[in-house]
């Protein structure tokens, strides 16, 4: 999936950016593996507060009291955020719950909101994956980079 991603931003002449509090830096980790990723990512936010939330992708203060942070809403103000303060094409951006602990009755562990903002517009999907902590974490990436796959593949449905 990487390689595909790499070579259909490189085909479309496409920067990313990544806006990340669960996977702690997970995916510029994966999209940077791939040589040449110079020509395509820009950089990364890993937001794990809500305090670089707020002061550093722009989400809104009244968005994290009233849905939280993790949520559809942030997820879209978290990637449309790292969009306009790096100045790229597409950006990604995940929030959620890894465990082992944290998780809630309406937002149990293993629950992520992967975001992608793009030239179209902004979407988030919402994911619920069961695993440890790190399983999390990597089905978390997984996820948001599929989000970014699809979006390269077939454009904004």
């Keep these: 999936m990487l390689e595909k991603?790499?070579?259909?931003?490189?085909?479309?002449?496409?920067?990313?950016a990544t806006a990340e509090s669960c996977t702690g830096g997970l995916i510029a980790h994966k999209l940077t593996n791939i040589p040449g990723s110079s020509e395509y990512f820009k950089g990364g936010i890993v937001?794990?507060?809500?305090e670089v939330k707020m002061k550093v992708l722009g989400v809104k203060e009244e968005t994290l009291k009233k849905y939280g942070a993790v949520s559809e809403q942030t997820a879209k103000e978290m990637a449309n955020g790292v969009r306009n303060?790096?100045?790229?094409?597409?950006?990604?951006?995940?929030?959620?719950i890894a465990g082992p602990g944290g998780g809630t009755a309406?937002?149990?562990?293993?629950?992520?909101?992967?975001?992608?903002?793009?030239?179209?517009?902004?979407?988030?999907?919402?994911?619920?994956?069961?695993?440890?902590?790190?399983?999390n974490k990597e089905n978390f990436a997984k996820a948001a980079l599929g989000m970014l796959l699809e979006y390269l593949e077939k454009g904004w449905e």
Excluded: H
């Excluded at 991603?5 to 990313?16: D, G």
């Excluded at 937001?47 to 809500?50: I, L, P, V």
């Design 85 to 96: 303060l790096l100045g790229v094409d597409v950006a990604i951006a995940t929030t959620g």
């Design 47 to 50: 937001a794990y507060s809500n």
């Design 106 to 135: 309406t937002k149990p562990v293993g629950l992520v909101y992967a975001g992608i903002a793009t030239p179209e517009g902004v979407k988030a999907k919402r994911f619920l994956f069961q695993g440890d902590r790190l399983e």
């Design 5 to 16: 991603i790499a070579e259909l931003l490189k085909e479309k002449k496409l920067w990313v």
